[in-house]
């Protein structure tokens, strides 16, 4: 198999999500968005300084989870009080149903 050539450019961007980045060791790292700073961030890179790791991302959550939180930032408000309670869990509950039959349907199918 033949060896890649060096890249003319020393950053890449990648449209998708809007940043610029380098290949090292067959692995993309993004450096950001504004040009100057991915420049900047790279040439710390070459020097062997670090650069900080991302931020993690939160764990996701299951939809039943979701509506839990939504029902009680509901109960939360204390303008709305019961009836707002009452109108988002039958909301809910309406979506649930229409949500789970398309899966239904989804499997016989």
Known sequence: MPRSRPASNLLSFHKPTGQFYVTRGGKRIYLGANRQEALDRYHRLALGQAIP???????????????????ESQKA????????????????GRFLSSTFALFDCARST
């Open 53 to 71: 790791e991302p931020v993690a991302r939160p764990a996701p959550i299951s939809a039943k989870e979701l509506a839990n939180r939504y029902i």
């Open 77 to 92: 408000d204390w303008r709305q009080g019961r009836a707002a309670e009452r109108c988002c869990e039958d909301r809910l």
